[in-house]
């Protein structure tokens, strides 16, 4: 079954959102570790610096493999 590029969009978006949701999380438990210090609001911009190049990432990927498998 072929995926339309508004679903692989989508997916793309939901993977991100629950992606930075994991990394703000993960970044407040590991930067400790590290001897870094961030407030919340820093943790929200980080995460938010990388969503953009992921969404386009996930996009171009999920694209690219839709259409490796109508070959």
Known sequence: MKQSRLMSLVEAITNVIVGYGLAVV?????????????????HLAIGLAFV?????????????????QLR
Not at 27 to 34: A, H, N
């Open 26 to 42: 993960t970044q407040i438990i590991v930067f400790p570790w590290f001897g870094l210090e961030a407030a919340l609001g820093e």
């Open 52 to 68: 953009g190049i992921s969404l386009v990432r996930n996009y171009l990927l999920r694209r690219l493999f839709a259409r490796l």
